[in-house]
Nanobody, 125 residues
Framework: QVQLVESGGGLVQAGGSLRLSCAAS????????MGWFRQAPGKEREFVAH????????SYTDSVKGRFTVSRDNAKNTVYLQMNSLKPEDTAVYYC??????????????????WGQGTQVTVSS
């Protein structure tokens, strides 16, 4: 079983930046795809970004394209989400997730079988 631990959340003003990290342990990190999701109060969890096992493929939800960048360092068993030009509507708990063998559509949360505990991101206006 993969263990995922997110970090890097916090409070930031609109227009600011944060970098989230997700450290993985327990299995071969470099062999599976990773995703970032978020859940705002009173809303369903939504897809944010996806990165393939090698880092060569990435995808984003439209609302974060051009502002967020997902990357990974397989030597460090870590995936990152660089968030720039943050907006109040980006406020949510952010979760990283691992697809260790489902290989479903990257924007669906049921394509991932391991989840972190989440980290809070709050963007003030």
């Amino acid at each position: 079983q993969v263990q995922l631990v997110e970090s890097g959340g916090g409070l930031v003003q609109a227009g600011g930046s944060l970098r989230l990290s997700c450290a993985a342990s327990g299995r071969t990190f470099s062999s599976y795809a990773m995703g970032w999701f978020r859940q705002a109060p009173g809303k369903e969890r939504e897809f944010v970004a996806h990165i393939g096992w090698s880092g060569g493929y990435t995808s984003y939800t439209d609302s974060v394209k051009g502002r967020f960048t997902v990357s990974r360092d397989n030597a460090k068993n870590t995936v990152y989400l660089q968030m720039n030009s943050l907006k109040p509507e980006d406020t949510a708990v952010y979760y990283c997730a691992a697809d260790t063998g489902i290989w479903g559509p990257p924007n669906r949360d049921d394509s991932y079988d391991c989840w972190g505990q989440g980290t809070q991101v709050t963007v003030s206006s």
